[in-house]
């Protein structure tokens, strides 16, 4: 682990080296992007390593980039950024960045919203069978930068409760328990079987030393913190058209990107776009009020890509659903207020829950167009939505 941090915080500053001199003039977008994915990488090595106070400075160092003006007086704050940044990474281990520093920073620029980036290895059916504050807890430990376990463990039934409640125990004092998962793996054995996800700072020899009175199969599902080029750079504009709109309209949003290892075929990487683009854009405009968060999620799955966009907005008004049907005349003024039904019309054409159109919104185009897209590719969309809770789209395009 000691070789593995110096090795990183030795080729990060060797990454650092060349930026000072060209953040001396404005950097074109292609530089900003490269520069921007340099520092997220480094970011995220930092919160793996825990060194706290440097990946704030490169945290607030991405928020800067992020912004659409880069004044002479910005640039000159990321050279000094960088160059701290630099010197944190040559000494980590007695080099803080100023926390004053890095209060300027964030000062100059009000604006930027979070955006978060995560790449996973927990399997997708898994996470998706996670409770919603379960999956909370594990995008938590992921920007915390803590390493995540999946511990296999079979107990025998007569044993089970009192030693199921010792090894939370050990845990609990290890790091934080995610999640626990019914596994079939101990099954023929005629043992009672758990999956178990643990979020932890430890390293996999001394969390399996500290089991060793427990039948336990320890694998790592780390969590790295970069995407493939191109996935990385469609799924920025996503997030940064997002959060445009939200400049625009006076809302605070903020955009979290949960992937696994994904590779998207060119074929229908244009299509994925535009349907991520599509959602997130109707979710500033009409879930969010003023201050929100959407989570995008996408999987590479054996069958095909799963697809997820969920915000925690206002969720969707099913009565206004209703009186726009009844207007355009797709439903029957007297036809029962089916939930489910009135949730699939919003896919109708025309129908919007906009009080009035806008250059962003409320011409009732964008989820028709979605939809049609996605039963294109024969793929199936679904929508989910409960008031003061949030609306989710989830969507499935078969790799055949």
């Given at each position: ?7 990183f ?33 480094i ?12 990946a ?49 920073l964030?000062?100059?620029a ?42 296999e ?35 023929a ?10 979020a932890?700072?430890?390293?996999p020899?001394?969390l ?10 320890a ?39 949960l992937a ?15 349907i ?33 966009v ?8 099913l ?44 011409r ?9 897209r ?20 989830e ?6």
């Open positions: 682990m000691n070789e593995l941090r110096q090795n915080l030795a080729e990060s500053v060797k990454k650092l080296e060349q930026w000072p001199g060209i953040l001396r003039e404005e950097p074109d977008e292609a530089q900003r992007r490269e520069l921007f994915r340099v520092v997220h990488t970011k995220g090595g930092l919160q793996t390593f825990g060194f706290k106070n440097a704030r400075l490169a945290e607030e160092i991405e928020n800067l980039l992020s912004e659409r003006n880069l004044s002479a007086a910005r640039r000159s704050l990321l050279v000094e950024g960088v160059r701290l940044l630099a010197a944190a990474l040559d000494d980590a281990e007695r080099h803080a960045p100023p926390a004053e520093f890095i209060d300027r964030r000062d100059s009000p604006a930027a919203a979070a955006r978060e980036f995560f790449v996973t290895r927990i399997p997708p059916a898994v996470f998706r069978s996670f409770s919603k504050s379960e999956q909370k807890a594990a995008l938590a430990a992921m920007r915390r930068g803590d390493a995540i376990f999946c511990l463990v079979g107990f025998e039934p007569a044993d089970f409760a009192a030693e199921y409640r010792e090894l939370r125990k050990v845990l609990n004092e290890k790091g934080e328990l995610i999640a626990a998962l019914p596994s079939p793996k101990h099954a054995a005629r043992k009672v079987g758990f999956r178990i996800f643990l932890t700072r430890e390293n020899a001394a399996t030393g500290g089991l060793a009175g427990f039948a336990i199969d694998t790592p599902h780390d969590c790295a913190d970069q995407l493939s080029h191109e996935l990385f750079e469609m799924l920025s504009q996503i997030a940064a058209h997002g959060e445009e709109i939200g400049r625009r309209l006076e809302k605070d949003v903020g955009v979290t990107i696994n290892e994904t590779n998207i075929p060119a074929a229908t990487a244009a299509a994925v776009f535009d991520l683009l599509q959602l997130v854009r109707n979710a500033v405009a009409h879930a969010v009020d003023k201050r929100g968060r959407i989570e995008i999620r996408i999987f590479d799955e054996p069958a095909g890509l799963s697809l997820t969920e915000d925690d907005g206002r969720g969707i008004d009565e206004m659903v209703r009186a726009r049907a009844v207007e355009r005349n797709l439903i029957a003024p007297d036809a029962p207020p089916d939930d489910e039904t009135m949730l699939g019309l919003i896919f109708a054409p025309g129908i919007s829950t906009a009080p009035a159109a806008t250059g962003i919104s409320g009732g185009v964008g989820l028709d167009a979605v939809k049609s996605v039963e294109r590719l024969n793929g199936k969309i679904s929508v989910k939505s409960r008031i003061n809770i949030g609306t989710k789209f969507i499935f395009l078969p790799k055949s």
